[in-house]
């Protein structure tokens, strides 16, 4: 789990991403999943849009998409999700220490 400090820092770190996904009407489905996967791992931050055709609450969106890429989710600000997940062979990101 992050931290208060972490998520902040991570919130200030995406500001400037733009949504490289969007979640339309179909909802999450599993190639998209593999998709933000592959993104998360060569990028560790990646902004997610909600379209407005999407049937399901963006509070479930953003929780699909966090369990489905078992990563952790920073921040959902009107509909946009803000994922994070420390990857394996490409980490970028330094995290402030927790205390």
């Known amino acids: ?3 208060t400090k972490q998520k902040s820092f991570l919130r200030s770190e995406a500001h400037h991403l733009d949504p ?3 979640v339309g009407k179909g909802g999450v489905n599993e190639a998209m999943l593999v998709q ?3 993104a998360l791992e060569k ?3 990646v902004k997610i849009s909600i379209l407005q055709n999407n049937e ?3 509070e479930e969106v953003a929780k699909a998409l ?3 890429t078992k990563s952790q989710l920073v921040q959902l600000i009107g509909h946009t999700v803000v ?3 420390q990857s394996v062979n490409n980490k970028k990101i330094e995290l402030p ?3």
């Open 20 to 22: 490289i996904f969007q």
């Open 97 to 99: 220490v927790k205390r």
């Open 66 to 68: 966090a369990k489905g």
């Open 1 to 3: 789990m992050l931290t």
């Open 36 to 38: 933000i996967k592959e």
């Open 56 to 58: 399901d609450g963006k």
């Open 43 to 45: 990028r560790e931050l």
């Open 83 to 85: 994922l994070y997940k």
